[in-house]
């Protein structure tokens, strides 16, 4: 389980930098700049846990890890998933519904570093 969660983070951290990329050159003339800050915005908090990913994955390497730990990369996978993915079907699309999806994706996110806050300090 840990090595899936290095390797998925690695792959995210890697879409997350494509998908700036993709929104500093190929979008920058499309979209407007609120669009644009959307976009930003997804990439950043996609960045931000493909890191805490790699984290978990380290942290399961080790033999002190709670068990709660596993269900914090779920969370932020999910969220990475629901939050930035919604972003960017919103920005890509221009369906403000996808908007509906964002805040669950952040509540993932929350979650998770709650749960790992919990994991720690019940150990």
């Known amino acids: 389980m840990a090595?899936?969660?290095i390797i998925i983070g690695a792959l995210s951290a890697a879409v997350s930098v494509m998908m700036g990329a993709?929104?500093?050159h190929a979008l920058k003339?499309?979209?407007d700049e609120k669009a644009l800050?959307?976009?930003?915005?997804g990439v950043?908090?996609?960045?931000?846990?493909?890191?805490?990913?790699?984290?978990?994955g380290l942290l399961l390497?080790?033999?002190?890890?709670?068990?709660?730990?596993?269900?914090?990369?779920?969370?932020f996978l999910?969220?990475?998933?629901?939050?930035?993915?919604?972003?960017?079907?919103?920005?890509?699309?221009?369906?403000k519904s996808f908007g509906i999806i964002?805040?669950?994706?952040?509540m993932a996110f929350i979650l998770g570093w709650l749960w790992l806050a919990f994991s720690y300090w019940k150990a």
């Open 37 to 41: 800050n959307v976009l930003h915005t």
């Open 22 to 24: 993709f929104g500093a």
């Open 44 to 56: 950043e908090y996609q960045f931000y846990h493909a890191l805490g990913l790699v984290m978990i």
């Open 102 to 106: 964002t805040p669950f994706g952040g």
């Open 61 to 75: 390497m080790s033999a002190h890890t709670p068990a709660g730990v596993k269900t914090v990369g779920w969370l």
């Open 78 to 95: 999910a969220g990475t998933v629901l939050f930035s993915g919604s972003l960017y079907l919103l920005t890509l699309t221009g369906q």
């Open 3 to 5: 090595k899936l969660f």
């Open 29 to 31: 003339s499309r979209l």
